[in-house]
């Protein structure tokens, strides 16, 4: 059997049903199994449902042809065939999952990230399409489905305060950087802070309070990288952030967020994942990449390297939407050395900065946008899964009314 097609296999039947199967290839075998549910994997018509192949599965290089579509149906596939389904769902399935198209697209945006190409419509983007097309295939065979719908809020701590932790030269540079582009609110509120009015950025008792309920479905990721252009964490070793991320990770689910410089490579992704490590006195498993900087397989053959088991940063930041096309977690299939990893994928489809930033929505537009995601994922029987920081959430400045979005979100 191919790696391709054990790796969905195994995706589909372990992973999403926890159901055993077995294949086979010796046709007086298969015909002679008359019990349990029996699929034909193959061009010729026999017992059992019939699935008309494509090719994907038996290759083993990546090449640059692009997937046909079909937008006829009562939800969009890819590879159409010639048969009473109607497509390969298996080559859909792992087409979506392995990521094929980020290793066929090089256009980039500014930070390396990937970006989608158009050549298939905007619902292969939005909707979390590989759910949709495994239900209807589950109800086609006759199986239950395993509803994996749940509120999963994820947390990044970048810049843990606004104003306070800096050292005296940064926080001097600060405030003549506001003095310098006029900023005087900023610079007035710099000088507050210094004189015991709270942080702006500071909103964990909020936050840990909101989430305490039910840590469980919960993450956090913690920024611990050296100073840098995009890498703005404060010092752990400054007691108060000291302190907030010792609170964290007595609670909640901790990960790193491994810097933008040192998330490139796998070297830095340990050193950060030691510090935090050493911090909490607690092993840590998990990951999301600052700024979702990652290429792949580069990015994640690296934090499995420094010793990562589980990835949160399979996302859009321009966009909400499901980038792999789904709701739940996946192991991540490396499609240049064509074989399956350890590391676990758990996507999410929405982030704060995406509503605020990228889409520029009116507060009202980026709750309502929301509420559908939570809609579309409950409906279809998949996690909803999504970002916010502790900037988001002081509720304060550009960040107005974020906590009303992000309280509906856990409803
Ligand atoms: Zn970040």
Known sequence: MSPRLQYVLEEIFKHRLGMQYRVTQNISEYEGINDGIKINYSVIPRSGFHIIPVTLLKEEAVNESLPEFDMGGSFPVLFPTNSAFGFDIFS??????C????????DTDKHGRFLPGKFIPEPFRSLPIIDIALNAFYQEIGVQLVNKYGVYPTLDIDIAFAHKGRTPLVWLGGLLRYFLIGDWTKAKERIQVLFGKSDPYDSFDYMIDTLKGNPHNCRFFIQVSDRGLYDKSIAISNPSFSKIVTRIASQFETGIHPGYEAGQTADGIQKEKIRLEKHIGKTITRSRHHFLKVKLPETY?????????HDYSMGYAD?????????QSFRFFDLLKNESTELVVHPFCAMDVSLKNYLELHLNDAGKAMQELNETCRKHHTPFCFIFHNESLSNS????GYRSIFEKCLN
């Open 92 to 97: 859909m399935v792992f087409w979506f999952l």
């Open 99 to 106: 990521r094929y198209e980020e290793y066929q697209t090089h």
């Open 301 to 309: 053959r690296n934090l499995l390297q420094a010793g990562i088991t």
């Open 319 to 327: 966009r909400l939407g499901f980038r792999a096309g789904t709701g």
């Open 397 to 400: 400045g550009d960040w107005d």
